[in-house]
T-cell receptor, first 117, second 114 residues
Framework: DAGVTQSPTHLIKTRGQHVTLRCSPI?????VSWYQQVLGQGPQFIFQ???????GRGNFPDRFSARQFPNYSSELNVNALLLGDSALYLC????????????????FGDGTRLSIL | QKEVEQNSGPLSVPEGAIASLNCTYS??????FFWYRQYSGKSPELIMS????GDKEDGRFTAQLNKASQYVSLLIRDSQPSDSATYLC??????????????FGKGTKLSVIP
């Protein structure tokens, strides 16, 4: 079975530009979460989506937004890119329990490495 | 603020030895705990999950959880050079709003010396 797939693999942008990252979850997984990982740090939570609704948001500015589609795939959008946005962006999917809450493990895709020049 | 603390290492162990990786967390209500392995330039790979106090074994890996001490550890027996990676501890409150917000430590870099 296919795992979490993310596209593109690598991306180079300049300051002020906009970027869209895409994610397809594991088949049967309805929850998608996004994380940002900078070098030397653990992943930091950005968003979680379930049934097309935002269920959680980390401490990131409004330049970051996301959405989930009826097929449970998701997009992460970042506007007005800053040098500090350079990072590995990870998408994770998981099963869900009642009311969209779950303690199930999250499975990560290979990530999108974003470089801002 | 919920925090997860790990010794950044590097932790060096000889091949065949036991590697012991430790993690403490600040949110006493946390219910789900995960260990991920991350090779350089790659994404995190789930290796263990643990939810109850005590030990959980899976092959050469054993996860240990002590909720009273807010402590979780990972033991790797018969360490192999292929185990050389950064090990990330992740904590999930496990219920209610925010139950998907994994909080990660910074990771411990493990080096297994042949």
């Amino acid at each position: 079975d296919a795992g979490v797939t993310q596209s593109p693999t690598h991306l180079i942008k300049t300051r002020g530009q906009h970027v869209t990252l895409r994610c397809s979850p594991i088949s049967g997984h309805k929850s998608v979460s996004w994380y940002q990982q900078v070098l030397g740090q653990g992943p930091q939570f950005i968003f979680q989506y379930y049934e097309k609704e935002e269920r959680g948001r980390g401490n990131f500015p409004d330049r970051f937004s996301a959405r989930q589609f009826p097929n449970y795939s998701s997009e992460l959008n970042v506007n007005a890119l800053l040098l500090g946005d350079s990072a590995l962006y990870l998408c994770a999917s998981s099963l869900v329990g009642t009311y969209g809450y779950s303690n199930q493990p999250q499975h990560f895709g290979d990530g999108t490495r974003l470089s801002i020049l | 603020q919920k925090e997860v603390e790990q010794n950044s290492g590097p932790l060096s162990v000889p091949e065949g030895a036991i590697a012991s990786l430790n993690c403490t967390y600040s949110d006493r209500g946390s219910q789900s705990f995960f260990w991920y392995r991350q090779y350089s330039g790659k994404s995190p790979e789930l290796i263990m999950s643990i939810y109850s106090n005590g030990d959980k074994e899976d092959g050469r890996f054993t996860a240990q959880l002590n909720k009273a001490s807010q402590y979780v550890s990972l033991l790797i027996r018969d360490s192999q050079p292929s185990d050389s990676a950064t090990y990330l501890c992740a904590v999930n409150p496990g219920s209610g709003a925010g139950s998907y917000q994994l909080t990660f430590g910074k990771g411990t870099k493990l080096s297994v010396i042949p």
